[in-house]
T-cell receptor, first 113, second 112 residues
């Protein structure tokens, strides 16, 4: 089944403890992206990647890192999480060519206390 | 990338009625996409309409695009309880690597 898999689904952590949210897709998509969704603010893009070893900042990159060492994986790294990073996170992927929609993961609900 | 603005912000109708929601955007596009999000879940791609298309159908969904007015509408016919969700439009202008930008969506509630 074609899908984007995010893990974990839920995570509660403490301020300053490094964490990684994994994202993997099995559709050979070139393009991958991370969003966060907060009440009243909609979805905001954190980072995106056009292909292996090509990443760039979105609208709200502060406090996050990403890597794209393999085409299928695009992990989101929070080196020192803070409570303002409590949010619902989504990974998405797509073919780079125009005319394709995004496939989203099921989301990761992160709480930083 | 540009963000679409959905209207209304919230819509409540009776099951079996039709639901219409609108999207406006600011600059010319290559295509416009609609997505659905069930509570707390990932967005699901519903339909993509290209700039040279005026109308597109998919099952009970009908999307129209008016590039002269920079607007699109999504019609859901014969609504069902399972259609309760938030709906987002995403205008795509092309050229930019940053991809799609999403607004706050229309929250649709189908009353039984």
């Amino acid at each position: 089944e074609a899908q984007v898999t995010q893990n974990p689904r839920y995570l509660i952590t403490v301020t300053g403890k490094k964490l990684t949210v994994t994202c993997s897709q099995n559709m050979n998509h070139e393009y991958m992206s991370w969003y966060r969704q907060d009440p009243g603010l909609g979805l905001r893009q954190i980072y995106y990647s056009m292909n292996v070893e090509v990443t760039d900042k979105g609208d709200v990159p502060e406090g996050y890192k990403v890597s794209r060492k393999e085409k299928r994986n695009f992990p989101l790294i929070l080196e020192s999480p803070s409570p303002n990073q409590t949010s619902l996170y989504f990974c998405a992927s797509s073919f780079w060519s125009e005319g394709y929609g995004y496939t989203f993961g099921s989301g990761t609900r992160l709480t930083v206390v | 990338s540009q963000q679409g603005e959905e209207d209304p912000q919230a819509l409540s109708i009776q099951e079996g009625e039709n639901a219409t929601m609108n999207c406006s955007y600011k600059t010319s596009i290559n295509n416009l996409q609609w997505y659905r999000q069930n509570s707390g879940r990932g967005l699901v791609h519903l339909i993509l309409i290209r700039s040279n298309e005026r109308e597109k159908h998919s099952g009970r969904l009908r999307v129209t695009l008016d590039t002269s007015k920079k607007s699109s509408s999504l019609l859901i016919t014969a609504s069902r309880a399972a259609d309760t969700a938030s709906y987002f439009c995403a205008p795509y202008s092309g050229g930019g690597a940053d991809g799609l930008t999403f607004g706050k969506g229309t929250h649709l509630i189908i009353q039984p």
